[in-house]
């Protein structure tokens, strides 16, 4: 697990490895992700976007970015988590994805960024 704090906003990261899927006659190595939002600190906060840049070893770097995460734009009280889950597809067998989530202090109307740490996407052969 991958965990970093940012303005009391604790973002845990865990990766899977899915195995391989054709799309479109391509092969890709397909990796899940989940992620838990901790809101440590005293404010009340809403994510509203998020970006992330994807790394594949044999492409060049993808910029994704956009409303909430996975439909949603969580509200989260002192000491809420909350969880969801995501994945990517890379035509390498390693790669990493690292970004940030745009979030507001609902008491104050302050924007401000949280980071998510880099963290790796590679198939187990490669982790031994």
């Known amino acids: 697990m991958i965990q970093q704090i940012t303005?009391?906003?604790k973002i845990s990261v865990v990766t899977h490895y899915n195995g391989t899927s054709f799309r479109e006659d391509r092969l890709y190595h397909v990796f899940s992700y989940e992620i838990s939002i901790e809101n440590?600190?005293?404010?009340?906060?809403?994510l509203t976007d998020r970006f992330w840049k994807i790394y594949d070893s044999l492409k060049p770097t993808e910029i994704v970015s956009g409303e909430g995460v996975v439909g949603q734009t969580p509200t989260l009280k002192p000491n809420d988590i909350?969880?969801?889950?995501?994945?990517?597809f890379l035509e390498s067998n390693m790669g990493a994805m690292k970004g940030f989530?745009?979030?507001?202090?609902l008491e104050n109307y302050e924007q401000f960024k949280v980071?998510?740490?880099t963290f790796q996407l590679t198939t187990p052969v490669l982790s031994n």
């Open 82 to 88: 909350y969880t969801y889950n995501s994945g990517c």
């Open 115 to 117: 980071f998510i740490p």
């Open 40 to 46: 440590k600190s005293t404010n009340t906060v809403k």
């Open 7 to 9: 303005k009391g906003i």
């Open 101 to 105: 989530y745009t979030m507001i202090n």
